[in-house]
Nanobody
């Protein structure tokens, strides 16, 4: 499966963005999907995951209460709604998929994931 993240940009603190992850080459509904981000000089961080059917999600502490993940398998799309953005949210955001289970994607991604999309830059600055 090929993934492409989009929707990033420059936003002021307190603003919102919605990122999209589009899939091609395979059915997105076959995979749990995660959103990850990497800020300059920092390790890649897993922030949200969603199960194949969308009935289970995980949200990191850094995203809790501000970010939500959703998916539309009919459209082969996963979304990341980001509200109340802070300067520390500035990073390149990636979506990723892995044929293993939800836990493998969300909590063991440092062992490697099979499919990464090209990232999209989010910059939060006044």
């Amino acid at each position: 499966v090929q993934l492409q993240a989009s929707g990033g940009g420059l936003v002021q603190p307190g603003g919102s963005l919605r990122l999209s992850c589009a899939a091609s080459g395979s059915t997105l509904g076959d995979y749990p999907i995660g959103w990850f981000r990497q800020a300059p000089g920092k390790e890649r961080e897993g922030i949200l995951c969603i199960s194949r059917s969308g009935d289970r999600t995980y949200t990191s502490d850094s995203a809790k209460g501000r970010f939500t993940i959703s998916r539309d398998n009919a459209k082969n799309m996963v979304y990341l709604q980001m509200n109340s953005l802070k300067p520390e949210d500035t990073a390149v955001y990636y979506c990723a998929a892995h044929p293993g289970g939800f836990e493998r994607l969300c909590f063991q991604y440092k062992y490697g994931l099979d499919y990464w999309g090209k990232g999209t830059q989010v910059t939060v600055s006044s």
